[in-house]
């Protein structure tokens, strides 16, 4: 099938694991289009959904993500990974990775990362990522669901605070075709090799190694100094001398914003 976008077809050149781009104006969410489509057909792996606007955007944690109509990237990838059901958290540190990569390529703005999936700008975030896993006997299926705020000029209410886009950080619009395009490019050429040294390069962009953190879990908030990420994907954060691993939850960086 050619990429299409609502039955106009779009000259991306496509690599695998993709295989087709549906670009839609509005939609509830792209993660529960992906998933509509996985349970209506077997052919769907290798699809990319893309929306204006989202009316029921999702975030972690069962929060509401402010998907308004084209100024953002509000993507779905639907994909059948080669490694083990238990490793596919390795995909979310790679997504992180790979949309840094994308906005640096194409903005040179310097992007920072933070456990478990925020991609920040000057301490602000600028894209959210929802992996969701559908998992069964055979045929899993992982759909990468990331919003790239591209072209907000302001962000309405707490978000001032939290949140950024490459517009206001570079100082111009950017095509969010383009940095769709430069974002599957650099996704698909570490598809093949991805392993366990995406754990690096993801290390790489975190900024607040050695530097005091606090996780919030719901009600309970755990305070140390973040060591390290396992290989397991666990943040490891010490706290007077001792080491623990941490699942989930938000990093809150001392003196920086509480990101959502
Ligand atoms: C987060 O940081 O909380 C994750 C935000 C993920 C938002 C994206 S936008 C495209 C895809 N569809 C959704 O409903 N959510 C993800």
Not at 86 to 100: G, H, M, N
Not at 101 to 106: G, K, N, P, R
Not at 227 to 247: F, S
Request: charged content about 25%; aromatic content about 8%.
């Amino acid at each position: 099938m050619e990429p299409e976008s609502n039955g106009t077809s779009l000259p991306l050149r496509l690599s695998p694991p993709f295989k087709r781009i549906v670009w839609l104006d509005n939609v509830d969410s792209t993660n529960d289009q992906a998933r509509r489509w996985i349970a209506e057909s077997d052919e769907v792996s290798g699809t990319v959904v893309v929306a204006n606007k989202q009316s029921r955007g999702r975030g972690r944690l069962g929060r509401v993500w402010q998907s308004p109509e084209n100024v953002g990237l509000w993507v779905s990838i639907v994909l059948q990974p080669a490694r083990p059901v238990s490793e596919w958290f390795l995909y979310t540190l790679y997504t992180a990775v790979t949309v840094a990569d994308a906005i640096e390529s194409m903005t040179g703005i310097e992007v920072h990362l933070k456990w478990p999936n925020d991609v920040l700008v000057r301490g602000r975030k600028c894209c959210g990522i929802l992996l969701e896993t559908i998992a069964r006997e055979s045929n899993s299926y992982l759909i990468v669901g990331a919003g790239i705020n591209v072209n907000q000029e302001t962000f309405p209410g707490d978000l001032k605070d939290t949140a950024t886009s490459i517009r206001i950080e570079s100082g111009h619009e950017v095509s969010r075709r383009q940095l769709l395009e430069t974002w599957l490019r650099v996704f698909s050429e570490g598809w093949d090799t991805l392993d366990t040294a995406v754990l690096q390069s993801w290390k790489k962009k975190v900024q607040y190694w050695g530097k005091e953190v606090t996780v919030v879990q719901g009600e309970k908030r755990v305070t140390g100094l973040a060591v390290d990420i396992d290989t397991d994907g666990a943040l490891i954060i010490e706290t007077a001398g001792m080491r623990q691993k941490i699942y989930a939850g938000d990093v809150v960086v001392e003196n920086g914003p509480i990101l959502r």
